[in-house]
């Protein structure tokens, strides 16, 4: 009997340690991508445009994009690679149709890779910043306005940005 209670008992400090664990989880990941710098997570907030162009060097900004299965949408950017100098303001467009038979809501998330690259790719405007309407049937050009930081690295020759497009309709007309 003493061997089953305590058998019963380190089981339950499993379970309550495999929770406490799943919980600290995420937290936990987010120190990590922010020590390492990898994660590819861009800020979503505006910020103000670089001061110096670096003219002697190009970066390559490639564009991708990925839209969730239960989002009706084709999205995809007019320009799918662009050379930029670091530092100088670009803008880019990104297409969206609605191909379904009702009004959707989309929100795109973004990422860079690699995942150093992200610290040095910041968003002056971004669709990304808000969520998207789109009435059925309709297609909507939605603009990006950035710039690479002069200070990346000489190694990091080209940087991907990439979308992926959620539905967040029903979540938005719940809390409507």
Not at 3 to 31: I, N, S, W
Not at 130 to 148: D, I, K, R
Not at 165 to 171: A, F, G, M
Request: net charge negative.
């Amino acid at each position: 009997m003493a061997e089953h209670k305590r058998l019963l008992t380190t089981l339950l400090l499993v379970v309550v340690g495999m929770f406490g664990f799943g919980f600290a989880l995420v937290p936990l990941y987010d120190v990590f991508c922010e020590i390492t710098g990898i994660n590819g997570k861009t800020s979503n907030t505006a910020v103000a445009a670089a001061t110096v162009v670096d003219s002697q060097r190009t970066v390559t900004v490639e564009f991708i994009t990925y839209v969730r299965k239960d989002m009706p949408w084709q999205f995809e950017p007019v320009v799918e690679r662009i050379e930029v100098h670091p530092g100088e303001t670009t803008q880019v467009a990104f297409t969206a149709t609605n191909n379904s038979g009702r009004d959707t809501i989309g929100q795109a998330i973004p990422s860079v890779s690699p995942g150093q690259g992200a610290l040095y790719f910041s968003k002056i405007e971004c669709f990304c910043f808000n969520h998207q309407p789109l009435p059925a049937g309709e297609t909507a050009e939605m603009g990006l306005v950035f710039f690479v930081d002069p200070e990346l690295p000489e190694s990091i020759q080209t940087l991907t940005l990439s979308y992926t497009l959620y539905n967040i309709t029903d979540s938005v007309t719940e809390r409507g």
